[in-house]
């Protein structure tokens, strides 16, 4: 009788063993790419001239890719990118960025009042009016 009862109930476990299917990363990144929003290009053309050199994954400045990483960034969740704009917009109000040492040396890397302007406007979750 036992043997009758053990039968099916292994059967019946094989089959969900058989069906579970295992979520891959690549399935992952897909789907938290398509929950990111797209960076206005106006705006990555800021980031890539301005930003960029300093805050990337290959950085060396290890501070500079510790605070932020725009390859982590472009990556991340919609939720995280949002508390991350939130932050650029607060370093960009107190002029912290990019730090007066950096602009002694690249006096070129200094925002302009355009380039600001587009950055604070984006970080900051605003529509620009056409």
Do not use: R
Not at 106 to 119: M, N
Request: hydrophobic residues 40%.
């Amino acid at each position: 009788m036992k043997k009758l009862f053990l039968f099916p109930t292994l059967a019946i476990i094989g089959l969900l063993f058989f069906q579970a299917t295992i979520k891959t990363e690549s399935d992952t990144e897909i789907v938290e790419h398509s929950m990111a929003p797209e960076m206005p290009a106006n705006v990555k053309a800021v980031v890539d001239q301005k930003c960029y050199g300093c805050h990337n994954a290959e950085s060396k400045n290890d501070k500079g890719k510790a605070k932020l990483d725009w390859d982590a960034f472009e990556a991340a969740k919609k939720s995280k990118q949002m508390a991350t704009m939130g932050k650029i917009t607060e370093v960009l109000e107190s002029g912290d960025m990019p730090p007066a040492k950096y602009l002694e040396n690249k006096p070129e890397g200094k925002l302009t009042e355009a380039e600001l302007a587009t950055l604070m406007e984006w970080s900051a979750g605003k529509k620009k009016s056409k």
